[in-house]
């Protein structure tokens, strides 16, 4: 079956530290995508970052990087240098060919709260 | 950048009522999705267009259908409001079909049928 598990409802971070969100996902497919998006309060889904099932090397976008281990189906995403504005859900989704078309598949989400 | 917009922010309808959820956007994207989400079940996928006049169904399309006359726009129709339909709903769009394209979403419609 495939699907994505995130097993943190909720997260404090201090202010300027960095924090990781985990992420496992279950799929028998080679290729598969991996995003992470982050949802404020405004409700909006933010895209922030991509791993390919085949990159060689995680994927990194400003603060943000993906720590992606194959071998044990987990994409976590790290936050560096953590700001107030990063308070919000975050969900890890999967992207995979299921009856002929491109499903992404979402987990239930962490919420992250940055303190001050 | 893409822009997404969905009409409404918030909806109160009456169970029984005929409601559409619209759905544009910007950028000539081929594809088009709408998702309910719901606390502690993530997003879920309703239905998915990826031309003009055409659709799939998703994961939980029961009550639920959809329209897209054309390219830009793509609409969520429920037939007959029901109090379970109480959700968030995203629309979203993406450039391709491929598993290295994202989807850009809107802000999302709350929807409350009372």
């Known amino acids: 079956a495939q699907k994505i598990t995130q097993t943190q409802p909720g997260m404090f971070v201090q202010e300027k530290e960095a924090v990781t969100l985990d992420c496992t996902y279950d799929?028998?497919?080679?290729?598969?995508?991996l995003f992470w998006y982050k949802q404020p309060s405004s409700g909006e889904m933010i895209f922030l970052i991509y791993?390919?099932?085949?990159?060689?090397q995680n994927a990194t976008e400003g603060r943000y990087s993906l720590n992606f281990q194959k071998a044990r189906k987990s994409a976590n995403l790290v936050i560096s240098a953590s700001q107030l504005g990063d308070s919000a859900m975050y969900f890890c989704?999967?992207?995979?060919?299921?009856?002929?078309?491109?499903?992404?598949?979402f987990g239930s989400g962490t919420r992250l709260l940055v303190r001050p | 950048d893409v822009k997404v917009t969905q009409s409404s922010r918030y909806l109160v309808k009456r169970t029984g009522e005929k409601v559409f959820l619209e759905c544009v956007q910007d950028?000539?994207?081929?594809?088009m999705f709408w998702y309910r989400q719901d606390p502690g079940l993530g997003l879920r996928l309703i239905y998915f267009?990826?031309?003009?006049?055409?659709?799939e169904k998703g994961d939980i399309p029961e009550g639920y259908s959809v329209s897209r006359e054309k390219k830009e726009r793509f609409s969520l129709i429920l037939e007959s409001a029901s109090t379970n339909q109480t959700s968030m709903y995203l629309c979203?769009?993406?450039?391709?079909?491929?598993?290295?394209?994202?989807?850009?979403f809107g802000n999302g419609t709350r929807l409350t049928v009372t």
């Open positions: 979203a769009s993406s450039q391709q079909q491929g598993l290295r394209s994202p989807l850009h």
């Open positions: 799929t028998s497919d080679p290729s598969y995508g």
């Open positions: 791993q390919g099932s085949y990159d060689q």
């Open positions: 989704a999967m992207r995979v060919v299921m009856d002929s078309s491109y499903k992404l598949i």
């Open positions: 950028m000539d994207h081929e594809n």
């Open positions: 267009s990826y031309d003009v006049k055409m659709k």
